[in-house]
Protein backbone atom coordinates (compact mmCIF):
# COMPACT_ATOMS: atom_id res chain seq x y z
CA UNK A 1 0.00 0.00 0.00
CA UNK A 2 1.67 3.97 -0.54
CA UNK A 3 1.27 5.02 2.57
CA UNK A 4 2.59 8.26 1.13
CA UNK A 5 -0.46 8.71 -1.51
CA UNK A 6 -2.82 8.30 1.55
CA UNK A 7 -1.24 11.34 3.53
CA UNK A 8 -1.43 13.17 0.78
CA UNK A 9 -5.02 12.20 0.53
CA UNK A 10 -5.56 13.17 4.26
CA UNK A 11 -3.89 16.61 3.52
CA UNK A 12 -5.53 17.52 0.29
CA UNK A 13 -8.58 15.95 -0.74
CA UNK A 14 -11.04 15.45 2.60
CA UNK A 15 -11.76 18.97 2.71
CA UNK A 16 -13.73 18.61 -0.34
CA UNK A 17 -15.57 15.69 0.17
CA UNK A 18 -19.38 15.87 1.01
CA UNK A 19 -20.86 12.98 2.44
CA UNK A 20 -24.22 12.69 4.15
CA UNK A 21 -25.02 10.30 7.44
CA UNK A 22 -28.74 9.43 7.61
CA UNK A 23 -29.99 6.65 9.93
CA UNK A 24 -30.31 5.84 13.45
CA UNK A 25 -28.88 8.78 15.42
CA UNK A 26 -28.60 8.78 19.40
CA UNK A 27 -26.58 10.70 22.64
CA UNK A 28 -24.00 8.58 24.40
CA UNK A 29 -23.92 9.78 27.99
CA UNK A 30 -21.80 8.03 30.56
CA UNK A 31 -21.66 9.06 34.40
CA UNK A 32 -18.46 8.26 35.55
CA UNK A 33 -17.43 7.45 39.36
CA UNK A 34 -16.47 5.15 42.35
CA UNK A 35 -18.43 2.02 43.97
CA UNK A 36 -18.64 2.70 47.54
CA UNK A 37 -20.51 0.15 48.93
CA UNK A 38 -23.83 -1.95 48.88
CA UNK A 39 -26.80 -0.14 48.83
CA UNK A 40 -29.25 -0.68 52.16
CA UNK A 41 -32.35 -0.29 49.92
CA UNK A 42 -31.66 -3.33 47.31
CA UNK A 43 -28.42 -5.56 46.75
CA UNK A 44 -26.69 -2.90 44.20
CA UNK A 45 -23.88 -1.13 43.97
CA UNK A 46 -23.78 2.47 44.75
CA UNK A 47 -21.49 4.81 42.63
CA UNK A 48 -20.27 7.92 43.70
CA UNK A 49 -20.50 9.69 40.62
CA UNK A 50 -17.26 12.36 40.08
CA UNK A 51 -17.70 13.40 36.10
CA UNK A 52 -20.37 12.75 33.23
CA UNK A 53 -19.72 13.09 29.91
CA UNK A 54 -22.27 13.19 26.36
CA UNK A 55 -20.90 11.99 22.90
CA UNK A 56 -22.42 11.57 19.85
CA UNK A 57 -23.55 8.11 19.02
CA UNK A 58 -24.67 5.99 16.08
CA UNK A 59 -24.95 7.62 12.87
CA UNK A 60 -24.44 10.79 14.98
CA UNK A 61 -20.79 9.46 15.60
CA UNK A 62 -20.05 8.72 12.07
CA UNK A 63 -20.74 12.27 11.36
CA UNK A 64 -18.57 13.26 13.67
CA UNK A 65 -15.81 10.98 12.60
CA UNK A 66 -16.51 12.32 9.09
CA UNK A 67 -16.18 16.07 10.54
CA UNK A 68 -12.87 15.40 12.43
CA UNK A 69 -11.42 14.23 9.38
CA UNK A 70 -12.31 17.46 7.42
CA UNK A 71 -15.13 16.11 5.57
CA UNK A 72 -18.42 18.11 4.59
CA UNK A 73 -20.80 15.98 6.91
CA UNK A 74 -24.56 16.43 6.81
CA UNK A 75 -26.58 14.53 9.23
CA UNK A 76 -30.22 13.13 8.96
CA UNK A 77 -32.23 11.20 11.29
CA UNK A 78 -34.90 11.24 14.25
CA UNK A 79 -34.89 13.18 17.40
CA UNK A 80 -37.28 14.36 19.86
CA UNK A 81 -38.13 17.78 21.27
CA UNK A 82 -36.22 16.92 24.63
CA UNK A 83 -33.07 18.43 26.34
CA UNK A 84 -31.23 15.11 24.61
CA UNK A 85 -31.88 16.28 21.19
CA UNK A 86 -30.81 20.61 22.58
CA UNK A 87 -27.54 18.44 23.61
CA UNK A 88 -27.40 16.80 20.64
CA UNK A 89 -27.32 20.18 18.36
CA UNK A 90 -25.15 21.78 20.05
CA UNK A 91 -22.69 19.19 19.53
CA UNK A 92 -22.91 18.40 15.87
CA UNK A 93 -22.57 22.53 16.00
CA UNK A 94 -19.60 22.24 17.80
CA UNK A 95 -18.22 20.33 15.16
CA UNK A 96 -19.28 21.76 12.09
CA UNK A 97 -22.38 18.91 11.56
CA UNK A 98 -25.23 20.28 9.15
CA UNK A 99 -27.65 18.90 11.52
CA UNK A 100 -30.59 20.55 8.65
CA UNK A 101 -31.83 17.37 8.30
CA UNK A 102 -32.99 16.28 11.34
CA UNK A 103 -36.85 15.51 12.01
CA UNK A 104 -38.64 16.43 14.92
CA UNK A 105 -41.19 13.37 16.05
CA UNK A 106 -43.23 12.74 19.29
CA UNK A 107 -40.62 10.08 20.23
CA UNK A 108 -37.80 10.89 22.47
CA UNK A 109 -33.97 11.44 21.50
CA UNK A 110 -32.63 7.99 21.70
CA UNK A 111 -30.08 8.41 24.50
CA UNK A 112 -27.88 5.37 26.18
CA UNK A 113 -26.86 6.31 29.94
CA UNK A 114 -23.59 4.41 31.01
CA UNK A 115 -22.45 4.06 34.41
CA UNK A 116 -19.17 3.70 34.97
CA UNK A 117 -16.71 2.46 37.42
CA UNK A 118 -13.21 2.82 36.91
CA UNK A 119 -12.76 1.01 33.18
CA UNK A 120 -16.23 -1.29 33.74
CA UNK A 121 -19.57 -0.53 32.44
CA UNK A 122 -22.19 -1.33 35.20
CA UNK A 123 -25.05 -0.86 33.59
CA UNK A 124 -26.83 0.81 30.76
CA UNK A 125 -30.05 2.77 30.53
CA UNK A 126 -32.06 3.04 27.35
CA UNK A 127 -34.24 5.68 26.62
CA UNK A 128 -36.09 5.40 23.12
CA UNK A 129 -38.79 3.74 21.49
CA UNK A 130 -38.46 1.55 18.34
CA UNK A 131 -40.44 0.71 15.55
CA UNK A 132 -41.28 2.52 11.91
CA UNK A 133 -41.33 6.11 11.98
CA UNK A 134 -44.74 7.51 11.11
CA UNK A 135 -46.03 7.78 7.56
CA UNK A 136 -45.71 11.57 7.63
CA UNK A 137 -41.96 11.79 9.23
CA UNK A 138 -40.33 8.92 6.98
CA UNK A 139 -41.71 11.17 4.21
CA UNK A 140 -40.03 13.55 4.89
CA UNK A 141 -36.71 12.04 6.02
CA UNK A 142 -36.92 10.75 2.50
CA UNK A 143 -37.48 14.21 1.05
CA UNK A 144 -34.79 16.12 2.50
CA UNK A 145 -32.07 13.25 1.27
CA UNK A 146 -33.92 13.68 -2.36
CA UNK A 147 -32.89 17.28 -1.74
CA UNK A 148 -29.48 16.71 -0.69
CA UNK A 149 -28.38 14.11 -3.76
CA UNK A 150 -29.56 17.44 -6.00
CA UNK A 151 -27.43 19.68 -4.28
CA UNK A 152 -24.59 17.14 -4.91
CA UNK A 153 -22.97 14.29 -2.35
CA UNK A 154 -19.84 11.92 -3.01
CA UNK A 155 -21.36 9.43 -0.88
CA UNK A 156 -24.11 8.27 1.47
CA UNK A 157 -23.89 6.47 5.19
CA UNK A 158 -26.98 4.17 6.24
CA UNK A 159 -26.78 3.87 9.94
CA UNK A 160 -28.62 1.00 11.00
CA UNK A 161 -29.53 0.17 14.88
CA UNK A 162 -33.11 -1.22 14.43
CA UNK A 163 -34.67 2.25 15.95
CA UNK A 164 -37.00 2.22 13.21
CA UNK A 165 -35.42 4.61 10.65
CA UNK A 166 -34.29 2.26 8.27
CA UNK A 167 -37.00 0.25 7.21
CA UNK A 168 -36.94 -1.67 4.17
CA UNK A 169 -39.08 0.53 2.46
CA UNK A 170 -36.81 3.63 2.89
CA UNK A 171 -33.69 1.67 2.57
CA UNK A 172 -34.76 0.93 -1.20
CA UNK A 173 -35.05 4.49 -1.77
CA UNK A 174 -32.01 6.09 -0.40
CA UNK A 175 -30.21 3.12 -2.32
CA UNK A 176 -32.17 4.42 -5.45
CA UNK A 177 -32.25 7.54 -5.50
CA UNK A 178 -28.51 7.45 -4.43
CA UNK A 179 -27.51 5.31 -7.62
CA UNK A 180 -29.69 7.66 -9.78
CA UNK A 181 -26.84 10.31 -9.12
CA UNK A 182 -24.22 7.86 -9.18
CA UNK A 183 -23.23 8.11 -5.48
CA UNK A 184 -22.08 5.23 -3.38
CA UNK A 185 -23.69 3.49 -0.63
CA UNK A 186 -21.90 2.34 2.33
CA UNK A 187 -24.33 0.92 5.40
CA UNK A 188 -23.02 0.48 9.00
CA UNK A 189 -24.94 -2.46 10.24
CA UNK A 190 -25.57 -2.54 13.69
CA UNK A 191 -28.83 -4.39 13.29
CA UNK A 192 -30.43 -7.35 11.63
CA UNK A 193 -31.86 -6.58 8.49
CA UNK A 194 -30.09 -7.34 5.28
CA UNK A 195 -33.18 -7.66 3.51
CA UNK A 196 -33.43 -3.88 4.23
CA UNK A 197 -29.91 -3.26 1.58
CA UNK A 198 -30.38 -4.79 -1.43
CA UNK A 199 -28.22 -2.88 -3.92
CA UNK A 200 -26.20 -1.15 -1.63
CA UNK A 201 -22.73 -0.98 -2.95
CA UNK A 202 -20.78 -1.48 0.68
CA UNK A 203 -22.28 -3.05 4.42
CA UNK A 204 -19.84 -3.03 7.03
CA UNK A 205 -20.87 -5.76 9.35
CA UNK A 206 -18.89 -7.57 12.38
CA UNK A 207 -18.85 -10.74 12.87
CA UNK A 208 -21.62 -11.16 15.29
CA UNK A 209 -23.87 -9.73 12.74
CA UNK A 210 -22.24 -12.02 10.02
CA UNK A 211 -22.89 -15.29 12.04
CA UNK A 212 -26.68 -13.81 12.99
CA UNK A 213 -27.47 -14.17 8.95
CA UNK A 214 -25.99 -17.27 8.33
CA UNK A 215 -27.68 -20.74 8.57
CA UNK A 216 -24.71 -21.61 10.43
CA UNK A 217 -22.27 -19.54 12.34
CA UNK A 218 -18.77 -19.93 10.88
CA UNK A 219 -15.33 -19.70 12.55
CA UNK A 220 -13.09 -16.28 12.35
CA UNK A 221 -11.40 -17.75 9.14
CA UNK A 222 -10.33 -15.98 5.82
CA UNK A 223 -11.76 -19.19 3.72
CA UNK A 224 -14.71 -19.07 5.80
CA UNK A 225 -14.89 -15.51 5.37
CA UNK A 226 -14.70 -15.20 1.57
CA UNK A 227 -17.79 -17.37 1.74
CA UNK A 228 -19.91 -16.11 3.96
CA UNK A 229 -19.66 -12.95 2.22
CA UNK A 230 -20.49 -14.41 -0.82
CA UNK A 231 -23.21 -16.13 0.28
CA UNK A 232 -24.51 -12.94 1.86
CA UNK A 233 -24.08 -10.95 -1.48
CA UNK A 234 -25.93 -13.55 -3.31
CA UNK A 235 -29.14 -13.61 -0.96
CA UNK A 236 -29.47 -10.54 -0.02
CA UNK A 237 -28.27 -8.87 -3.42
CA UNK A 238 -25.28 -6.15 -1.93
CA UNK A 239 -22.42 -5.28 -3.78
CA UNK A 240 -20.09 -5.51 -1.21
CA UNK A 241 -19.09 -6.91 2.27
CA UNK A 242 -16.50 -5.28 4.49
CA UNK A 243 -16.13 -7.89 7.32
CA UNK A 244 -14.92 -6.68 10.39
CA UNK A 245 -13.37 -9.23 12.48
CA UNK A 246 -11.77 -8.11 15.74
CA UNK A 247 -8.19 -8.93 16.80
CA UNK A 248 -7.77 -10.40 12.79
CA UNK A 249 -8.79 -6.85 11.14
CA UNK A 250 -11.76 -7.25 8.65
CA UNK A 251 -12.00 -8.13 5.00
CA UNK A 252 -13.45 -6.49 1.86
CA UNK A 253 -14.85 -9.39 0.13
CA UNK A 254 -16.71 -8.37 -3.29
CA UNK A 255 -17.44 -10.06 -7.02
CA UNK A 256 -14.25 -8.26 -8.24
CA UNK A 257 -12.02 -7.87 -5.18
CA UNK A 258 -11.04 -9.77 -1.78
CA UNK A 259 -8.67 -8.11 0.24
CA UNK A 260 -8.03 -9.22 3.80
CA UNK A 261 -5.70 -6.47 6.05
CA UNK A 262 -4.59 -7.48 9.28
CA UNK A 263 -4.32 -5.06 12.59
CA UNK A 264 -1.15 -5.07 14.18
CA UNK A 265 -1.58 -6.77 17.62
CA UNK A 266 -2.82 -5.22 20.11
CA UNK A 267 -5.12 -5.60 23.75
CA UNK A 268 -8.88 -4.73 22.31
CA UNK A 269 -9.76 -2.49 25.04
CA UNK A 270 -12.95 -1.27 23.80
CA UNK A 271 -15.02 -2.11 20.32
CA UNK A 272 -17.63 -0.03 20.99
CA UNK A 273 -17.65 2.84 17.79
CA UNK A 274 -15.54 0.77 15.69
CA UNK A 275 -17.99 -0.20 12.51
CA UNK A 276 -18.65 3.48 13.31
CA UNK A 277 -15.01 4.55 12.57
CA UNK A 278 -14.65 2.09 9.72
CA UNK A 279 -17.82 3.20 8.04
CA UNK A 280 -16.64 6.76 7.98
CA UNK A 281 -13.25 6.40 7.12
CA UNK A 282 -14.09 3.99 4.33
CA UNK A 283 -16.58 6.65 3.28
CA UNK A 284 -14.33 9.43 3.16
CA UNK A 285 -11.98 7.32 1.31
CA UNK A 286 -14.44 6.69 -1.70
CA UNK A 287 -15.93 9.90 -1.47
CA UNK A 288 -12.72 11.49 -2.27
CA UNK A 289 -11.44 8.85 -5.10
CA UNK A 290 -9.32 6.42 -3.85
CA UNK A 291 -9.70 2.74 -4.42
CA UNK A 292 -12.12 0.36 -2.34
CA UNK A 293 -9.08 -1.44 -1.25
CA UNK A 294 -6.97 1.52 -0.24
CA UNK A 295 -10.55 2.90 1.57
CA UNK A 296 -10.18 -0.45 3.57
CA UNK A 297 -6.78 -0.55 4.61
CA UNK A 298 -6.86 3.35 5.74
CA UNK A 299 -10.32 2.34 7.46
CA UNK A 300 -8.90 -0.69 9.21
CA UNK A 301 -5.64 1.37 10.26
CA UNK A 302 -8.08 4.05 11.89
CA UNK A 303 -10.01 1.34 14.18
CA UNK A 304 -6.90 0.18 15.15
CA UNK A 305 -6.39 3.59 17.32
CA UNK A 306 -10.11 3.56 18.14
CA UNK A 307 -10.32 0.15 19.53
CA UNK A 308 -7.44 1.40 21.97
CA UNK A 309 -9.97 3.72 23.88
CA UNK A 310 -12.73 3.54 26.50
CA UNK A 311 -15.59 4.54 24.49
CA UNK A 312 -16.20 5.93 21.37
CA UNK A 313 -13.23 8.29 19.79
CA UNK A 314 -12.72 10.32 16.54
CA UNK A 315 -9.26 9.70 14.72
CA UNK A 316 -7.58 12.62 13.95
CA UNK A 317 -5.90 13.52 10.15
CA UNK A 318 -2.76 14.32 12.28
CA UNK A 319 -3.09 10.50 14.06
CA UNK A 320 -3.85 8.60 10.60
CA UNK A 321 -0.72 10.40 8.94
CA UNK A 322 1.26 9.82 12.06
CA UNK A 323 0.36 5.44 11.49
CA UNK A 324 0.96 5.93 8.46
CA UNK A 325 4.31 7.09 9.00
CA UNK A 326 5.39 4.75 10.56
CA UNK A 327 4.07 2.05 8.44
CA UNK A 328 2.70 0.02 11.60
CA UNK A 329 0.36 -1.84 9.19
CA UNK A 330 1.23 -4.57 7.58
Same mark, same amino acid.
Given at each position: ?27 ? %? ?36 ? /? ?10 ? =? ?31 ? %?? !? ?22 ? +? ?70 ? =? ?17 ? &? ?26 ? =? ?5 ? %? &??? #? ?21 ? /? ?6 ? +?????? !? ?17 ? #? ?6
Amino acid at each position: MDNQRLCQFLDEKTSACKVLVVGDIMLD %KYYYGEVTRISGEAPVPITRVNSSAEKLGGGANIAYNL /SVLGCKTGLSGF =VGDDAHCVSMVEKLADYGIDSAGLIRTDRPTTT %KV !RIMSGNQQMFRLDFEQVGPMADED +AESFRRFIAEKLNESLDCVVISDHDNGACTEKTCAKIIELCHNHGVPVVVDMSGHNWVNYAHADYIVANMKR =VNQALLQPIDNEDAKVEKA &AHYLMRKYKVRNVIMTRSEKGLSLVGDS =VIKHIPT %K &AQE #LFDVLGATDTIAAVFALALAGGL /SPQEGAYL +ANLAAS !RVVARLGTYAVTREELQGL #LQEGSMV
